[in-house]
Structures are given as C-alpha cells and as structure tokens.
T-cell receptor
Framework: NAGVTQTPKFQVLKTGQSMTLQCAQD?????MSWYRQDPGMGLRLIHY???????DQGEVPNGYNVSRSTTEDFPLRLLSAAPSQTSVYFC???????????FGSGTQLSVL | GQQVMQIPQYQHVQEGEDFTTYCNSS?????IQWYKQRPGGHPVFLIQ?????EVKKQKRLTFQFGEAKKNSSLHITATQTTDVGTYFC?????????????FGKGTLLTVNP
C-alpha cells in the first residue's frame, strides 16, 4: 500500500514549456486534489476531483489543467509554464468529504 | 482569499516551554482539521474536531473547537525538539459542499534545545 505517489520529485522548466505532474493513489479514494505551497502563503487549492470524470476549480486554477479518467490517477498539467508557477506542489486524496487528507511527498518545481 | 486566519505566523520557544497556535474562520465550520508539516516534508493529519466546544488530547497536544465553531486552537505542553514544524488548520468551504478544504497559512514552530 503505497498511499499517494507523486512524480517527479524535482523539475526545472523554462518559461513557456509544458509538463504534467503525476499523482496516483492506491487507497480507492473518491476525492483527489492538488495544492501549491509558497512561502508565507500556506497551502492553496488548485483543482480537485470528487470522482472519475468529475473535476472542479479551487482557489488558484489559472494556468493549470486536470483530468480524472480513473479513480487512481489525477495528473496536473501546466500548459505554458511561468515563473509565478515556481512552487512546491502537493497531491492529496481522501475517501470522501470531511475525511482526513493523505498527502504525497510533493514536487518542487522551478520555472526559469 | 484565505477564509481561515492563523496566528502567529512564527513562534520560537525554548524546549520545555508551552506553545499555542490559533485559527479563526470567517464563517461557521462543520468541522476543522489540524495538520503538521515537518521541514522538507509533507503535511500529515493530526486530528479532526466536529462538535461545538470539543476538546481532544493527544499526549502533550490539546485541540479545542470553539463554541461558535468559528475558531480553534492547538496547544502543546512542554515542547520538545520533535515538535518542530509548521502546524496548519483547515476547514471545508464551498457553498454547501465540503469538498474544498481551505488551509490557514500555518504557524512555524521552532524549538531551541
């Protein structure tokens, strides 16, 4: 039982490049979400999903796309990376609303 | 913007001193959760409070949920170096849906041995 697995752990991009951050969970959780963490800003919700085929925006969705084709996977796509997207990204999942969140180990992304 | 305010932003204590962080919401919450993030790590769930006035203890940690369910606190008695990290509170927001979990900005606790 691996929990929530995120890849890659580190990534450096040039402005304008695109990439996908991968997230997978093996706990059969309905709910999955992406947060970004910046110094002094706490954790801000980017996008979330309440089940396969269902996604919705969080607090800071601009510049990011998500899809949920399976229960297990919830990738986060950066369409055209910008320096403002330099951050640590966490994927998190939970069984259902009001349950505790399980976090992945994070992806540190730098956009130059 | 953030609907959960957390204070203080930073707290430095000597080992053995007590520590408290406070969380205030702009609206009534159905529940509140607390997480701890060690330096370089990921947030880890500590506890969830649901009832008005609820108090829960985990060894040296005491969690409280206010009577109006708009504020909460985490108190650590006799801090140890293992308590170092950032403590976050989080509450559900979303116009009737409890799917959006909004985090406070956190309190970074450092402990001088």
């Amino acid at each position: 039982n691996a929990g929530v697995t995120q890849t890659p752990k580190f990534q450096v991009l040039k402005t304008g490049q695109s990439m996908t951050l991968q997230c997978a969970q093996d706990m059969n959780h309905e709910y999955m979400s992406w947060y970004r963490q910046d110094p002094g800003m706490g954790l801000r919700l980017i996008h979330y999903s309440v089940g396969a085929g269902i996604t919705d925006q969080g607090e800071v969705p601009n510049g990011y796309n998500v899809s949920r084709s399976t229960t297990e996977d919830f990738p986060l796509r950066l369409l055209s990376a910008a320096p403002s997207q330099t951050s640590v990204y966490f994927c998190a999942s939970r069984l259902k609303a009001d349950e505790k969140l399980f976090f992945g180990s994070g992806t540190q992304l730098s956009v130059l | 913007g953030q609907q959960v305010m957390q204070i203080p932003q930073y707290q430095h204590v000597q080992e053995g001193e007590d520590f408290t962080t406070y969380c205030n919401s702009s609206t009534t919450l159905s529940n509140i959760q607390w997480y701890k993030q060690r330096p370089g790590g990921h947030p880890v769930f500590l506890i969830q409070l649901v009832k008005s006035g609820e108090v829960k203890k985990q060894k040296r940690l005491t969690f409280q949920f206010g009577e109006a369910k708009k504020n909460s606190s985490l108190h650590i008695t006799a801090t140890q170096t293992t308590d170092v990290g950032t403590y976050f509170c989080a509450g559900p927001y979303g116009g009737g849906s409890n799917y959006k979990l909004t985090f406070g900005k956190g309190t970074l606790l450092t402990v001088n041995p």
